[in-house]
């Protein structure tokens, strides 16, 4: 049977859609109840924000445990098990639901409400970031409604019927864990079960944050509870280097170094760390701070000096050796593509440069390119000798023929002897059998009283085959 009831809370009406059975359990702090919730906005579409059916997993909450959204305590002391009621909500119990849906939502995903290891509570966070990180939160946070709610109840346990968990403990309760939640991880830690223990410090850090929030920073309290807070983070950390998560145990580790430099044993986590990502510099930074904050651990810090520095040794030489075969991979490799297209390679040659691999010719580009490099040659070598010896300025000889040069330069005596040779060189062409000897050099320098300065390459040509074909 359905019907409408008011509450004795101003601002809530109850509807009851489906009726519990049994005798009304008896709620006392630290009752434990499980629940399904269904959360809808006041119009007419009854839009739902919230539902953990569909996110899989009902609530727990603890009676007296302070809950941020406490007219939910009040909602549910009013039901049977097995009942399933609507509620409507004014605005003034409704107010902090966005923040309360945000940490339910993290959980059905299976993240932590709060992230355990920076030091402001979930308030501090969101109005830092002015953001939930939900649009329809951050919309309702802005303009704050009336809700319906829609819950199922599951079941009742009182507080001797169940272990409670860190997250349902009051203050002064969370205090009293810290000490045996730290026994229970060292315990672990001995046996080797370093993932196990390290849900144990995490859970005494979190005992410790919640009571840190209520007192003011920086003051004896808050000191007293950073201490405790730090001891468990750093045999977290150690646990980390065993568990091979070591670029996590620098950043917490560097996190409580930043705050209290005078952390001795974050100093000397942090260089374990660093020594086994092969952070050398920053290793040797970190153990010789140890030594500065205690000279007691000279010992330990020799023995980590030889270990980082035989670790570093033995990495050189691996890399040494890896590049080395890389190396070798790639010639090797260069070289069977070498073998597999040799016809390519020449092919590429030829295209290269016609310098490597000159193109067929015929007969008379051969002679004229023969003469063409005569001539390249003979001003190479008239280049050379100019630039390397100083030679006066000699006036520019006129284009004339090679006879016309010798006439107006020779003696008397000289031009008879000239005649007679002509004569001779006349007659012994005349007979078939005549063969010129080669002028040896002595012979060319006393037939070649003209000097080559000022003449072009094309006169130099000429006056040769004049001269070899004259002798």
């Known amino acids: ?91 003034i ?22 992230d355990w290891h920076i030091h402001t509570c979930g308030m501090a966070n969101m109005f830092a ?61 001995k046996q080797g079960r370093y993932e196990d223990a390290t849900l144990k410090y995490k859970e005494a850090i979190m005992c410790i944050k919640n009571v840190q929030t209520k007192e003011k920073a920086w003051e004896a309290p808050w000191l007293r509870l950073e201490k405790m807070a730090n001891t468990l983070t750093l045999n ?60 007691g651990m000279k010992k330990t810090i020799k023995k980590e000096l030889a270990v980082l520095k035989m670790r570093m040794e033995l990495k050189n030489e691996e890399d040494r050796l890896k590049y080395k075969g890389m190396f070798a991979k790639l010639a090797r490799e260069q070289e069977s593509l070498e073998l597999e297209n040799p016809d390519q390679e020449i092919s590429e040659q030829t295209t290269q440069s016609p310098e490597e691999a000159p193109l067929e010719q015929t007969g008379e580009e051969q002679t004229k390119s023969s003469e063409q490099e005569v001539v390249s040659q003979e001003e190479t070598s008239t280049a050379l000798s100019s630039y390397d010896h100083e030679i006066p300025e000699q006036p520019t000889t006129p284009d004339v023929t090679p006879e016309q040069t010798t006439t107006e330069e020779a003696t008397p005596e000289q031009l008879d002897t000239v005649q007679i040779f002509l004569e001779q060189s006349t007659s012994e062409e005349t007979s078939p059998e005549h063969t010129s000897p080669e002028p040896t050099c002595s012979e060319q320098a006393d037939q070649d009283p003209i000097s080559t300065e000022g003449m072009s390459p094309a006169q130099m040509t000429r006056e040769n085959s004049t001269q070899v074909d004259e002798s």
């Not at 959980?107 to 932590?112: E, F, T």
């Not at 599951?154 to 730290?182: F, G, I, M, T």
């Not at 209290?260 to 010789?288: C, I, Q, S």
């Open 1 to 91: 049977m359905e019907y409408s009831m008011m509450l004795g809370v101003e601002g809530v009406k109850k509807t009851i859609l489906h009726g519990g059975t049994g005798v009304k359990p008896k709620f006392v702090a630290g009752t434990k109840v499980t629940f399904h919730f269904r959360t809808q906005l006041c119009n007419d579409e009854r839009t739902v924000i919230d539902d953990s059916k569909k996110a899989g997993m009902p609530m727990e909450m603890v009676i007296g445990n302070l809950f941020k959204l406490d007219v939910w305590e009040t909602l549910l002391m009013s039901m049977h098990i097995g009942e399933v009621a609507e509620f409507w909500c004014d605005v």
């Open 93 to 114: 119990h409704t107010g902090l639901y966005p923040i309360v849906a945000k940490s339910l939502r993290r959980i059905a995903v299976g993240k932590d409400p709060v």
């Open 129 to 189: 970031y002015h953001s939930l990180g939900y649009d329809d939160l951050d919309e309702l946070q802005k303009e704050p409604q009336p809700l319906y709610f829609v819950m199922e109840l599951l079941k009742v346990q009182q507080p001797s019927e169940y272990d409670r968990e860190s997250w349902a403990l009051n203050d002064e309760e969370r205090l009293k864990a810290v000490p045996v939640l730290h026994g229970q991880g060292n315990k672990l830690f």
């Open 236 to 295: 977290y950390c150690q646990c980390l280097l065993h568990m091979e998560e070591y670029y996590e145990a620098i950043e917490h580790t560097t996190d409580i170094i930043n705050q209290h430099p005078g952390a001795m044993k974050a100093f000397y986590l942090r260089g374990k760390a660093h020594m086994e990502v092969w952070n050398e510099a920053e290793a040797r930074d970190d153990f010789t701070r140890v030594l500065d904050l205690d000279p």
